[in-house]
Nanobody, 122 residues
Framework: QVQLVESGGGLVQPGGSLRLSCAAS????????MGWYRQAPGKQRELVAL???????NYADSVKGRFGISRDNAKNTVYLQMNSLKPEDTAVYYC????????????????WGQGTQVTVFS
């Protein structure tokens, strides 16, 4: 059974920081790359960061240099450290296992957790 539970969102001013957490069921966490997605109102869900089971990371250009993804395999948890936040980072953030097909990364499961809301406001 797939379980994904995101937490850590909140309200923050531009330039602030937040740390998101995603607790995943062990069956999907230990062998898969994990990714953080976000979806802003009226926009499609986008992948912003991923980390492979071996610890390699990849970031969307919009967050490169500001966000950091990490994972704690012992806790089946993946984190997203978000620094220098901007209003355009406002979105609901989700995690999922990801897999690479044809050179691009896709969510492995159609199931999504409840997400965690991040709001950056002046």
């Amino acid at each position: 059974q797939v379980q994904l539970v995101e937490s850590g969102g909140g309200l923050v001013q531009p330039g602030g920081s937040l740390r998101l957490s995603c607790a995943a069921s062990g069956s999907i966490f230990s062998i898969n790359a994990m990714g953080w997605y976000r979806q802003a109102p009226g926009k499609q869900r986008e992948l912003v960061a991923l980390i492979t089971s071996g610890g390699n990371t990849n970031y969307a250009d919009s967050v490169k240099g500001r966000f950091g993804i990490s994972r704690d395999n012992a806790k089946n948890t993946v984190y997203l450290q978000m620094n220098s936040l901007k209003p355009e980072d406002t979105a609901v953030y989700y995690c999922n296992a990801v897999q690479k097909r044809g050179g691009s990364w896709y969510p492995m499961y159609g199931y999504w957790g409840q997400g965690t809301q991040v709001t950056v406001f002046s």
